[in-house]
């Protein structure tokens, strides 16, 4: 029975009842472990496809050890970002941060961009910090990377900040989720979700930052 409502919510959250309405690119993530699968499309166009055969397996793992309360109450939102984060469904609990990137989800990349018709990576991660975490932060990858408290990879938390050198220096950013998942404004994927482990991020990394509650609003 427990599966069977899991069935259900799957159907109704993977039906594009709970997705953004508009087409949302492939997630950039590889399969990292065999509980949960994540297909990319071929053209990087649409949402994540995963299978009920893999949800199931979810559900159980949820619902081990919880007589089923979690993945009872948890919302579509909740569901979903379980599933792309590879966590349980209990442990996604801040749907602020989650309905944050709901809302940027598929904006296009634009040097520059602020808002729904283009943002880049800085403009994004200092969104998603002012509007979750009431946190104000500069306005470019470098000063962000600058006001920061280094943080290693290992010691990573939600809402860290993650900077790369993807060619000039300190020169991406994104947001970290968990799991070595982040979020970031991605230049030729728009707003989307990586993974750390990924080969590309792996040597592109710098480090983990993490922005005090005294951060300073400065514009370069």
Not at 184 to 194: C, E, K, L, P, R
Request: contains cysteine; proline residues 1%; hydrophobic residues 35%.
């Amino acid at each position: 029975m427990k599966n069977l409502f899991f069935v259900s919510a799957a159907i109704s959250v993977f039906s594009g009842t709970s997705l953004t309405a508009k087409a949302q690119p492939s997630v950039n993530i590889e399969r990292l472990t065999s509980s949960v699968q994540v297909e990319k499309s071929a053209n990087s166009v649409g949402g994540p496809e995963i299978n009920l055969t893999t949800a199931s397996r979810v559900a159980d793992r949820s619902i081990s050890g919880n007589e089923g309360t979690a993945i009872e109450k948890c919302s579509a939102l909740q569901f979903k970002y379980a599933l792309l984060l590879d966590m349980d469904v209990e442990a996604v609990t801040n749907e602020v941060l989650y309905n944050e990137i709901e809302k940027w989800w598929a904006t296009r990349y634009r040097y520059g961009g602020t808002n729904g018709k283009g943002i880049d990576c800085s403009a994004y991660t200092g969104a998603l910090l002012s509007d979750v975490y009431g946190l104000n932060v500069s306005r470019t990858a470098r000063a962000q990377f600058a006001e920061s408290e280094k943080i290693e990879k290992e010691d990573l938390q939600e809402g860290d900040l993650v900077f790369f050198n993807t060619g000039r220096g300190v020169s991406h950013v994104g947001l970290y989720l968990g799991n070595g998942y982040f979020t970031h404004a991605g230049s030729s994927t728009g707003v989307t979700i990586s993974n750390l482990d990924e080969t590309y991020w792996q040597r592109k990394f710098l480090r983990g930052g993490r922005i005090a509650s005294t951060a300073s609003c400065q514009t370069e």
